[in-house]
């Protein structure tokens, strides 16, 4: 079992993201987490689906993602060079006074931004791979996170190769 | 300005699709298509129940090759339709299914008979639409029937809510062309290092056998198949849905393998050293427990989806494609010719020759014989539409197909009630032919309705019943391996004859061994529809059998030298 990130090149068109959610669902796969939005072509979108499961289920997985008739393009890049990159926004309890700034220094050393500042809570945004992301999280827990939400990893193969469609 | 309703152009793109037939049942949101029925050069046949219709679609497509087209209304009739929807998707038989829609202002507002279709059959359609613009019908409808009948076949499904059937559009505003499907490439040209790979292991096999599918059927690889068979001397063995593959009769043919398949054809796979799969998918009524099935032997696995390759076995040499392309160039690829294993041959012979399928004479009325009466009076001709259970098992077993798509029957789905309504759409692809659905006396009662169907249209389908009163393949898995516990399995007898009549269907039941034959001829040569009610030896057994979860190898009810069984 290990960790796969795909990356799916959909028509951008009602019900396709039912459609390829649905397909690791049925087959029992639990998505770890799922990011969608347009691309550099319009018409189409770019889903990037992070999955654990065994090779062979993988593989048979992609089989049937490729059968969608609105799947134009499926890669697994998990074994090939990539960026990867997920934002959090996290709410955290920080009293005027010594928690704030304490909370502060930590936003900085991850090079965290904060986009809001309550009375007794900031809210910081944090931009990395996932492990960067739960570091943080941890540190910042004794403090109280009062929520926190993430984006869902997105990912693109290093290099010069363009769009999956063009290689 | 010339104006059109969307419901005009649906009809108009469905000619041009080529529709000749559709098989529906009508209703509130489908009024407007209902409508511009009534005087279109189209025919409708209506059914009595929505699942007939897309069972009936189903059947036209089995028989013809062509895309079945059914229709309903939209909540209930809709819902109807799932199961033949099912059916379709398993056995990867072409259909369109037209549903009504509440009008798109009232979508997801639980209004009167909305039921979101597109949602519900998401994951039993190999597409479907919902269609929100009149605009887009017509590439809507081209799209639905490339994707239905073209890469492995499936059904799809196209919604329409009322007010896009009812909007009026201008004709030149319609949308026309080819559907762009960036993302619905087929391969249909197998890899030609594949196939070369392919032919080395065949040259080199001392057991090799061919395990044909649905697929050969499907794509009009029979003549390929028996040629590339003969060219190699290769035995082959079919699935129940390859049956017609091969004539029975053919010198090379095993029958079916697998669960109620001949003890001849899974001993050949279970000794083989290398199996060609074509069309197939390795289900598990075929393989029995995977890891023991075929454990000596290499695999060739030719099919048109790829993500068949590898499901369930890793073969050797994969081969996607078209099974009619794939083998066309691996006859015209073959370097050798000739039979590769004679003594192979000679072993699968006396197999076949010690190890038959069971017959027995005891003057009782055994299913078995009535088939085989059958398939004696016909000649092994006509097409057969079964139910499903152990009528489909011993009409799989006993009947003499010679020609592909002569056979219909719901074979991954298992779907009760399909065969009497399949039955009824096979007609109407091929009038000229003799249709017969062999039936339970449970299955035919799932869709019993179509009674009506049959006598307001006259078609002349032979309604053969094997009634034993019983679920009977639930209750044979009862008694083997419940305890003969038989819960809820046992039906009280009907008066199948009398129903008949009250339709205005001619009819005859049939008690005893001496009336079979002249039973059959009565309504084999009888002008119009006839039911046939044979009441069977209630206890019978389809045998041999592969008990779920054992090798195919270890049969139950096998047949032994003294021409009994051991069970």
Known sequence: ?167 | MRMKTGAAILIESLKEEGVEIIFGYPGGAVLPIYDELYDAELTHILVRHEQAAVHAADGYARASGRVGVCLSTSGPGACNLISGIATANMDSVPIVALTGQVPTGMLGNDAFQESDITGITLPITKHNYLVKDARDIKMTVKAAFYIAGTGRNGPVLIDLPKDVLTAKVAAEEVLSGEPELRGYKPTLKGHSKQIKKALELIYNAKKPVIYAGGGVITSGASEELIQLAEFFCLPVTTTLMGLGAIPADHPLNLGMLGMHGTEYANYAISESDLLIAIGARFDDRVTGKLSHFATHAKVIHIDIDPAEIGKNVNPDVPIVGDAKSVLADMICMAEKKGCISEPWLEQVKLWRKNHPLRVVNDGKVHPQNIIRKLSELLDGGGIIVSEVGQNQMWAAQHYGFKKPRQWISSGGLGTMGYGFPAAIGAWFAKPDETVVVIAGDGSFQMNIQELATVAQYKVPVKIVILNNMYLGMVRQWQELFYDRRYSYTELPPVDFVGIAKAYGIQGMRVDSVDQIDEALRTALDYDGPYLLDFRIDRGENVYPMVPAGAAISEMIGKHNHNGGSDI
Do not use: W
């Open chain 1, 1 to 167: 079992m290990k960790q796969h990130i795909i990356s799916v090149l959909v028509e951008n068109k009602a019900g396709v993201l039912a459609r390829v959610a649905g397909l690791f669902s049925r087959r029992g796969f639990n998505i770890e987490s799922l990011a969608v939005g347009t691309c550099e072509t319009p018409g189409m979108s770019r889903i990037t689906i992070v999955v654990i499961g065994d090779d062979t289920h993988i593989e048979q997985v992609k089989k049937q993602l490729n059968k969608l008739i609105d799947v134009i393009k499926i890669t697994d890049i998990t074994e090939k060079e990539h960026v990867e990159r997920e934002l959090a926004l996290i709410k955290v309890h920080a009293d005027p006074g010594s928690q704030r700034s304490e909370v502060m220094q930590i936003a900085g050393i991850f090079r965290a931004k904060i986009i809001d500042v309550g009375a007794q809570t900031l809210v910081l945004e944090i931009t990395g791979d996932s492990e960067k992301i739960f570091a943080m999280e941890s540190l910042l827990r004794p403090y109280g996170i009062l929520e926190l939400v993430r984006t869902g990893r997105v990912a693109l193969q290093r290099g010069s190769l363009g769009s999956a469609l063009r290689q």
